[in-house]
């Protein structure tokens, strides 16, 4: 009987994994139509008192949406007091929902990836997963990696999708 050999072990390919890049901190909205004066405007003193007395620990290495979905006038500072008291405890803030969060988490994450690890390698990004990666991570990762990679496909190592390849130099 002859033995069974994993070629796609021995190839290679290079797995990528949006999926681990994923921070993987609590997501939560912070709605300022809560902190508003029957819902409509935003009372500078009473708003003061709040963030002064609020416990912003329970923020802690989460990552937070920060939004007002009244229909409301909210000054500029408002986003940016809270800002402050977010900084010393949350893993991440953005303005913006919890998509927006979702993708700067990951415009940071990729950020972060040395692309020389990639360098003349053949590229798979991985597709399927237990956790919805957002369509932007793909794009993204096609931006940052097809300078640099001999080729880059989707899927998994034993069933790919070829999306680039580098032109061969006479």
């Known amino acids: 009987m002859s033995e069974l050999i994993n070629k796609v072990a021995q190839s290679a390919l290079v797995t990528l994994n949006l999926e681990l890049l994923l ?6 909205v912070y709605d300022i139509k809560d902190n508003l004066f029957h819902g409509l405007i935003l009372r500078e003193k009473d708003f003061r008192a709040f963030v002064k007395e609020h416990d912003w ?3 802690a ?12 006038i909210v000054p ?8 402050s008291k977010l900084q010393n405890y949350a893993n991440y803030y953005v303005f913006g929902d919890l998509e927006a969060l979702e993708q ?3 415009q940071e994450a990729i950020a972060k ?6 360098r003349d390698a053949k590229v798979v990004v991985k597709g399927c997963g237990s956790v919805p990666v957002p369509t932007y991570a793909y794009v993204e990762i096609m931006r940052k990696l097809l300078p640099v990679t001999s080729s880059l496909m989707y899927g998994e190592p034993c069933s790919t999708v070829p999306l680039y390849k580098k032109p061969k130099v006479a």
Do not use: F
């Open 23 to 28: 921070h993987p901190g609590e997501r939560v």
């Open 76 to 83: 500029t500072w408002t986003y940016m007091l809270l800002a």
């Open 57 to 59: 620990s329970q923020y």
């Open 113 to 118: 990836i040395d692309v020389e690890e990639y």
């Open 104 to 106: 700067a988490l990951m």
């Open 61 to 72: 290495g989460k990552n937070v949406a920060i939004i007002c979905s009244a229909d409301a």
